[in-house]
Each structure stands twice: as structure tokens, then as C-alpha cells.
């Protein structure tokens, strides 16, 4: 079984571009993860699906950040207007939801830059 | 508040020694599940450790043990007899198991140099 695939793992772009990332869960998981990275912090939390459904949004999200999961497989994170601030890591984590602690496994991320 | 905090931002130890990464958790939940990650250079976080808050047992894992004591909200990791292919970040993370989305509160990590 393949892990979790995150597409490109480097994006540079322009401020004010808009931006895609692609993620694709470990086959049969239900529940997938978005979370930011930035340099020397732990991730942060940006939002959650189970299966198609987006359950839960941090604040952290604004309203330039759409994610969608559909027919519950991959998932796509879209920044519109892109701002230097927005340059970070971008992991996205799949999980069987069990509602136990589910583990999380992790992509190796989509680094991006905003110039 | 739900907060974990790992004081330790940089440890460089030389092979061989053994090092202890301490983690430190905050929330009011009674029932909550505590992990360890690992980040190499690479980038993807890897999964070493899960633990719920009910099951103070340590474990030990080969070279790799953990000590989960709830009287002072700490999960800290000890690597014994480290390698150079010990080098990376390690982040601690907190679920606590009210928030159903399964969603991880990270530390800031503490980032492992091992030198031969």
C-alpha cells in the first residue's frame, strides 16, 4: 500500500497568484488532513474530511483558502491571491477513523514560496 | 486551554549518548491521546508512538522508550544509545478525544543532532 502522495513538492509563485496543491490519501482512508507548517514551528491545523464531507475549519483558514475532498478520494487545497505570508509547508495527513486516536499518516508536503 | 510545549529547541549530542526529548501537555479532557512524530530532512512526518490517557505503562520500542506520567502532563522520549540516522525533528502532539475531528495539537518540535 502506497502512503500519502502530496502534488508539487515545491511551488513558486507570485503574490497574488492563485495556487493548487493535490493531495491522495492512503487508499481506503476515510478521513484526510490539512495542516501549515511554517520554519521551526510544529504544523498547524487548517482542516478536516470525512470522506467528502469538510467537517472542520480552523480560523487559521481564511477566506482566500478553499479545500475540497471530491467523491471522498483525493483532495485539492487552493489559495487564491496568494501573500508572502501564505509561504509555508503544507502537509496533508490520511487516517481510518476508528475514534480512538486515530493515527495520522503524513505526506511530504507541498513547500511553497510566495515571492 | 489545549497546548503542548516542548522546551528543548535544538539538542546536539555525540553517538552513542543517550538523549531524553521532553514534552509537555496541557488540556482539560480526561480522556486524550498523546503521540510522538518524527521529521526528517525529507520532510514527512513519521509515526512513532501512540498513547491514550488512561494507560500509563512506558513503552520501549528497541532503542526508543517513552515515560507518560498524567501527575505532571508529560510524555517524554528517550533515545538510548543514539545514531546519526537519529537526526531530525521530533514533534509531540496532543488529540484530545472531545474533539471527534481527531485533529493534532503539535509542540514546536525539538530538532535532534546527532554527530559521530
Known amino acids: 500500500d502506497t502512503g500519502v502522495s502530496q502534488d508539487p513538492r515545491h511551488k513558486i509563485t507570485k503574490r497574488g497568484q492563485n495556487v493548487t496543491f493535490r493531495c491522495d490519501p492512503i487508499?481506503?482512508?476515510?478521513?484526510l488532513y490539512w495542516y501549515r507548517q511554517t520554519l521551526g514551528q510544529g504544523p498547524e491545523f487548517l482542516t478536516y474530511?470525512?470522506?467528502?464531507?469538510?467537517?472542520?475549519k480552523s480560523r487559521l483558514l481564511s477566506d482566500r483558502f478553499s479545500a475540497e475532498r471530491p467523491k471522498g478520494s483525493f483532495s485539492t487545497l487552493e489559495i487564491q491571491r496568494t501573500e508572502q505570508g501564505d509561504s509555508a509547508m503544507y502537509l496533508c495527513?490520511?487516517?481510518?477513523?476508528?475514534?480512538?486516536?486515530?493515527?495520522?499518516?503524513f505526506g511530504a508536503g507541498t513547500r511553497l514560496s510566495v515571492l | 486551554a489545549q497546548k503542548v510545549t516542548q522546551a528543548q529547541t535544538e539538542i546536539s549530542v555525540v553517538e552513542k549518548e543517550d538523549v531524553t526529548l521532553d514534552c509537555v501537555y496541557e488540556?482539560?479532557?480526561?480522556?486524550?491521546?498523546l503521540f510522538w512524530y518524527k521529521q526528517p530532512p525529507s520532510g514527512e512526518l513519521v509515526f512513532l508512538i501512540r498513547?491514550?490517557?488512561?494507560?500509563?505503562q512506558n513503552e520501549i520500542s528497541g532503542r526508543y522508550s517513552w515515560n507518560f506520567q498524567k501527575s505532571t502532563s508529560s510524555f517524554n522520549f528517550t533515545i538510548t544509545a543514539s545514531q546519526v540516522v537519529d537526526s531530525a525533528v521530533y514533534f509531540c502532539?496532543?488529540?484530545?478525544?472531545?474533539?471527534?475531528?481527531?485533529?493534532?495539537?503539535f509542540g514546536q518540535g525539538t530538532e535532534l543532532s546527532v554527530k559521530p
Open positions: 488540556t482539560r479532557d480526561t480522556t486524550y491521546y
Open positions: 502532539a496532543l488529540n484530545p478525544a472531545r474533539n471527534q475531528g481527531g485533529k493534532l495539537i
Open positions: 498513547r491514550n490517557s488512561f494507560d500509563e
Open positions: 474530511f470525512q470522506n467528502e464531507a469538510q467537517l472542520e
Open positions: 495527513a490520511s487516517s481510518f477513523r476508528t475514534g480512538e486516536g486515530d493515527i495520522q499518516y
Open positions: 487508499s481506503e482512508h476515510n478521513r
